[in-house]
């Protein structure tokens, strides 16, 4: 059974850094490619960073690039979300995914976190 868990999330102002954690259970965490999504109030979930199993290659969305940073602990399952500079529409529930193939699209990741809530302040 393959269980995904977030954690770090919570309510900072503006300019303000968070660091999100993806615990993965399983043994085959370090063959996978992980993603990074979030879904604000009232909006469709949209793709945030990806990472391939090797961390040799990473993707992010344009409004998070050069302020977001996607790593990987593979000794540790891990994967993690460095968020700095963080605006008011960063505002969001985060989800960390697992997929074969790093991606883009949310309907290559197979198995999902429960989501951790990010909230900046104005």
């Known amino acids: 059974q393959v269980q995904l868990v977030e954690s770090g999330g919570g309510l900072v102002q503006t300019g303000a850094s968070l660091r999100l954690s993806c615990a993965v259970s399983?043994?085959?965490?370090?063959?996978?490619?992980m993603g990074w999504f979030r879904q604000g109030p009232g909006k469709e979930r949209e793709f945030v960073a990806a990472?391939?199993?090797?961390?040799?290659?990473?993707y992010y969305a344009d409004s998070v690039k050069g302020r977001f940073t996607i790593s990987r602990d593979n000794a540790k399952d891990t994967v993690f979300l460095q968020m700095n500079s963080l605006k008011p529409e960063d505002t969001a529930v985060y989800y960390c995914?697992?997929?074969?193939?790093?991606?883009?699209?949310?309907?290559?990741?197979?198995?999902w976190g429960q989501g951790t809530q990010v909230t900046v302040s104005s």
């Open positions: 990472i391939t199993w090797s961390g040799g290659t990473t």
């Open positions: 995914a697992r997929s074969r193939g790093i991606s883009r699209s949310d309907y290559q990741y197979d198995y």
């Open positions: 399983g043994r085959t965490f370090s063959i996978y490619a």
